[in-house]
């Protein structure tokens, strides 16, 4: 009998109060926490800026964009994960996001997961249960027109 089943290698993000669920597709770089200052008059929800690969991007603090406060990781603790963007604008290749710990690949069939009803924020698309843990799938456009907004 031939298993039909298929699976999707994905990428579990821990954030501050949550853990992200992205496809490893979307993920182009996991780095070492690294930014510069914000500087003054930034966004809430703008951590810096992280220099990758001649780039300049802008590092985006999820709980901060979801209506929370800016949350910086811990010496030796936190990576930020580089995105690439979905949108197709050319000014907006990619963008990053602080986590606060190492992200982890797992593989995800259909029957693993399922949509959860919950309050969400602006930078959530939606809440999932994977196997029993609970997941937030993040709003990706609206994380790209932030990261629009902060001049890239």
């Known amino acids: ?21 992205l496809p490893n597709v979307s993920i182009a770089e996991v780095v070492d926490y690294a930014s510069n200052d914000a500087g003054t008059g ?9 220099e990758w690969r001649g780039l300049s991007l802008p590092v985006i603090s999820y709980d901060a964009a979801n209506g929370g ?4 990781p811990g010496e ?4 930020i994960v580089v995105i690439n963007t979905i949108s197709g604008r050319n000014t907006l290749r990619f963008m990053a996001l602080i986590t606060q710990g190492i992200p982890s690949q797992v593989r995800i069939t ?3 997961i399922k949509q959860l009803e919950g309050e969400n924020g602006p930078a959530d698309l939606m809440q999932v249960d994977v196997d029993g ?6 709003n990706l456009d609206y994380l790209e027109s932030l990261a629009s907004e902060s001049g890239v």
Not at 42 to 50: C, K, M
Not at 69 to 72: A, I
């Open 110 to 112: 259909d029957d693993q």
């Open 42 to 50: 930034a966004p809430d929800w703008l951590a810096g800026r992280l």
């Open 133 to 138: 843990e609970t997941a937030w799938i993040p």
């Open 76 to 79: 030796n603790r936190g990576r």
């Open 69 to 72: 406060t800016l949350s910086v």
């Open 1 to 21: 009998m031939k298993d039909n089943s298929q699976t999707l290698s994905c990428v579990m993000i821990p954030v501050s109060r949550r853990q992200l669920l």
